[in-house]
């Protein structure tokens, strides 16, 4: 008996409309799929190399979104959904959940304003507040970066509207730069002629623009002196790394004394000082 009530179940439920019904969606979406799939790669080929690599992913994946909601409507109607119903549905709805989505609106404006305003591009290197990063993609929503350590960073565009960014990629030069102290007893001409001769020695260093040699002022236990050179951008932070050793090098084989701080402690009477030295 229980046998046949679930026979009659199944007969029941499988009807041949709704085979035929299973059988149109699923050609439906056999055949929707990669037409989608080919329109993204048609339109990936027209626009290359024609508009930027952040406007090109917005517009494909704005169509593909399209292409999917419109496969998405077809399939539902298959189903016997009214599409004015849903509409108003989704009015009643889209207005519920409005107030609650004003983040996001707030993201979507932002983002467009960042794509039309193109102040970083995919693949450059940018600096928001204390997170220095490539940058991976660029959405409506959202910036995500590839940080040097290899780790995901998710910045809002309404964050990156309101912060400051700085694009270390932006141009194809940049001047890397140190602050080199010397003992106040050492000739301060002549070390700024020995920084020319580094400058002008340094594999990857450009010459024009000239290199920055400027004396910045005295400093606790030496005077400070701001040491730039110019390179390409992709050599900013090696050619940093090479400064100091060949600084440091030069200064050793001129005899050029880099001072470390000194600190100096006096007790007892003032006509009879104990002078206690101690390094730091």
Same mark, same amino acid.
């Given at each position: 008996?229980?046998?046949?009530?679930?026979?009659?179940? $199944?007969?029941?439920?499988?009807?041949?409309? *709704?085979?035929?019904?299973?059988?149109?969606? $699923?050609?439906?979406?056999?055949?929707?799929?990669? =037409?989608?799939?080919?329109?993204?790669?048609?339109? +990936?080929?027209?626009?290359?190399? &024609? /508009?930027? /690599?952040? +406007?090109?992913? /917005?517009?494909?994946?704005? $169509?593909?979104?399209?292409?999917?909601?419109?496969?998405?409507?077809?399939?539902?109607?298959?189903? %016997?959904?009214?599409?004015?119903?849903?509409?108003?549905?989704?009015?009643?709805?889209?207005?519920?959940? %409005? #107030?609650?989505?004003?983040?996001?609106?707030?993201?979507?404006?932002?983002?467009?304003?960042?794509?039309?305003?193109?102040?970083?591009?995919?693949?450059?290197?940018?600096?928001?507040?204390?997170?220095?990063?490539?940058?991976?993609?660029?959405?409506?929503?959202?910036? &995500?970066? &590839?940080?040097? @350590?290899? *780790? #995901? $960073?998710?910045?809002?565009?309404?964050?990156?509207?309101?912060?400051?960014?700085?694009?270390?990629?932006?141009?194809?030069?940049? *001047?890397?730069?140190?602050?080199?102290?010397?003992?106040? &007893?050492?000739?301060?001409?002549?070390?700024?002629?020995?920084?020319?001769?580094?400058?002008?020695?340094?594999?990857?260093?450009?010459?024009?623009?000239?290199?920055? =040699?400027?004396? @910045?002022?005295?400093?606790?236990?030496?005077?400070?002196?701001?040491?730039?050179?110019?390179?390409?951008?992709?050599?900013?932070?090696?050619?940093?790394?090479?400064? =100091?050793?060949?600084?440091?090098? *030069?200064?050793?084989?001129? %005899?050029?004394?880099?001072?470390?701080?000194?600190?100096?402690?006096?007790?007892?009477?003032?006509?009879?000082?104990?002078?206690?030295?101690?390094?730091?």
């Amino acid at each position: 008996m229980l046998e046949l009530t679930t026979l009659n179940v $199944v007969t029941d439920f499988v009807t041949p409309e *709704r085979i035929t019904l299973f059988v149109r969606v $699923v050609l439906m979406l056999a055949i929707g799929i990669p =037409i989608i799939k080919f329109v993204k790669k048609i339109l +990936a080929r027209i626009i290359k190399d &024609k /508009l930027s /690599l952040q +406007a090109e992913v /917005l517009i494909i994946r704005t $169509v593909s979104y399209v292409l999917f909601l419109i496969l998405a409507v077809m399939v539902l109607n298959e189903f %016997g959904f009214k599409i004015s119903a849903l509409l108003g549905a989704a009015g009643v709805f889209g207005l519920a959940i %409005g #107030f609650a989505s004003q983040t996001s609106v707030s993201n979507i404006i932002s983002g467009i304003f960042l794509i039309s305003e193109k102040p970083f591009m995919i693949g450059d290197v940018v600096q928001i507040g204390g997170t220095l990063g490539l940058v991976d993609s660029i959405d409506l929503l959202s910036i &995500k970066l &590839k940080t040097f @350590d290899n *780790r #995901f $960073v998710r910045i809002p565009n309404e964050t990156m509207i309101k912060s400051e960014v700085i694009n270390l990629t932006r141009y194809d030069i940049r *001047r890397a730069q140190i602050v080199v102290g010397v003992a106040y &007893k050492e000739d301060v001409r002549k070390v700024l002629d020995v920084l020319r001769d580094v400058a002008a020695n340094l594999p990857e260093a450009l010459q024009e623009p000239a290199p920055m =040699i400027q004396v @910045d002022g005295f400093g606790d236990s030496s005077i400070n002196i701001n040491f730039g050179v110019w390179t390409a951008t992709s050599n900013a932070v090696s050619m940093k790394t090479e400064m =100091i050793l060949a600084v440091k090098e *030069r200064f050793d084989k001129d %005899g050029i004394e880099i001072p470390f701080p000194h600190v100096s402690l006096y007790a007892g009477e003032a006509s009879k000082p104990i002078k206690i030295q101690s390094t730091t």
